[in-house]
Each structure stands twice: as structure tokens, then as C-alpha cells.
Nanobody, 124 residues
């Protein structure tokens, strides 16, 4: 079992930046693909970004490419999401997720473990 915790989140003005972190416990995440997803009320969870176990490859949703950066530190068992140039439409609950193996899916159903989520609100 992998437990994921996402402290951080909060309120930021449009154009600002915010960094999310995800701390894993229970197992080392070095064999896990790590991802970030967002969800707004009434809609399905959406892919934001993912990173391969070796951190050699990153993937982004088109809406966040060039604004968000995902990174990981396997030694510290953490994954981060740096969010820049935030816009009101980025407002959502953000979830950290882990998937065992090397495949990097963009579908939330293919991830095995989830954090509790953290609220990000961007004011205009």
C-alpha cells in the first residue's frame, strides 16, 4: 500500500504561482509512475501531468503545458507540481496519484493510489 498526502494548495491571484507537493509513505515510489489530476464539481477527474519512474519522461495536458512542471525525488519519496501563470480556470481540487509499473496513462482509472486532494483557487 502507498499512502499519498498533498499538503499545500491555497488561494492565489491570476498570473501567480503555486507549488504542490505530494509525500508518499508505506512504500518507495521509485517503481511507480506519479501523476497529478484535477477535478471540479460535477466533472470527471482530469489528467494534468505525469512523470515516469526514472523522471526521464514527463507528460502534460495541453492546457497546462509550458505553465506547469512536474518533478519527483525518489530519495525523498516525493513528487511536486510547480504551477505558474495560474488562471481562474485552473481552480480545482488537485490530486496526487501513483501507478505501479512503467506505463504512463492519462486516465485516472488506471492509477492505483490517490491522495486526499488539495484545493487550488485562482482569483481573477
Amino acid at each position: 500500500q502507498v499512502q499519498l498526502s498533498e499538503p499545500g494548495g491555497g488561494l492565489v491571484q491570476a498570473g501567480g504561482s503555486l507549488s504542490l507537493s505530494c509525500a508518499a509513505s508505506g512504500r518507495t515510489i521509485s517503481n511507480y509512475v506519479m501523476g497529478w489530476f484535477l477535478q471540479v464539481p460535477g466533472k470527471e477527474r482530469e489528467f494534468v501531468a505525469a512523470i515516469s519512474w526514472s523522471a526521464g519522461t514527463t507528460y502534460y495536458a495541453d492546457s497546462v503545458r509550458c505553465r506547469f512542471t512536474i518533478s519527483r525525488d525518489n530519495a525523498k519519496n516525493t513528487v511536486s507540481l510547480q504551477m505558474n501563470s495560474l488562471q481562474p480556470e485552473d481552480t480545482a481540487v488537485y490530486y496526487c496519484a501513483a501507478r505501479y509499473g512503467t506505463a504512463v496513462p492519462a486516465t485516472w482509472r488506471q492509477y492505483d493510489y490517490w491522495g486526499q486532494g488539495t484545493q487550488v483557487t485562482v482569483s481573477s
